[in-house]
């Protein structure tokens, strides 16, 4: 009995551990001043720019979703630039890396990876302008009601591909925490104030 106690009190001890280990050490409900947040540059009320526990090498910068009453409800990070690749070669390898990665992670996904018919933007050389262009998508989701094994508090996470210019694509990896519904229905509510 008394090693079962012992055993039950270590696995809380590493709990912690492990759900900061989702989101870049981000935890649903973090009051984003422990994040060091600053007020988007969109202007957007509840946006911020966010410094993150563990970052990844693959983003260079973090942006979050917080109200005062939820915290943070919703975390991203902006992927590096890969530069020089209208094929798209670069940024899908990254893709694919970091797609393994999550899946090994969080399980069942479902991906949307296609383009337009009748795109104007499809050679494989203008991959990543068809992109730009929004006639091509390239994104996976983990969500918890189809089947994702997400922890705790985290509701769906979204890795897709965006481009800058016809030549430079980045990554974008979203988490969406349990919160997020409620933090929604607050910016909603305070958005239709006026009318």
Request: glycine letters at 8%; a neutral charge; one cysteine or more.
């Amino acid at each position: 009995m008394r090693m079962m106690m012992i055993f039950a009190a270590a696995c809380l001890a590493f709990a912690p551990a492990a759900a900061t280990a989702q989101a870049f050490g981000v935890t649903p409900g973090t009051n984003v001043s422990r994040l060091n947040g600053t007020p988007s540059s969109t202007g957007r009320k509840y946006y911020y720019r966010v410094t993150v526990p563990l970052p990844n090498r693959e983003f260079e910068s973090y942006s979050a979703i917080a109200t005062p009453t939820e915290g943070v409800c919703k975390i991203w990070g902006i992927g590096v630039d890969h530069d020089n690749d209208r094929y798209g070669s670069s940024a899908q390898s990254a893709y694919d890396n970091m797609k393994a990665t999550l899946s090994a992670k969080y399980g069942a996904s479902k991906s949307v990876e296609y383009i337009k018919s009748g795109a104007l933007w499809d050679k494989s050389s203008e991959w990543v302008m068809s992109l730009r262009q929004k006639e091509r998508t390239h994104v996976t989701y983990w969500i918890r009601g189809d089947g994702a094994t997400l922890p705790a508090g985290l509701d769906a996470v979204s890795l897709k591909i965006s481009a800058v210019s016809s030549d430079s694509a980045y990554l974008d990896l979203t988490y969406e925490f349990s919160n997020f519904d409620s933090c929604k229905r607050r910016m909603d509510s305070e958005s239709n104030e006026g009318l």
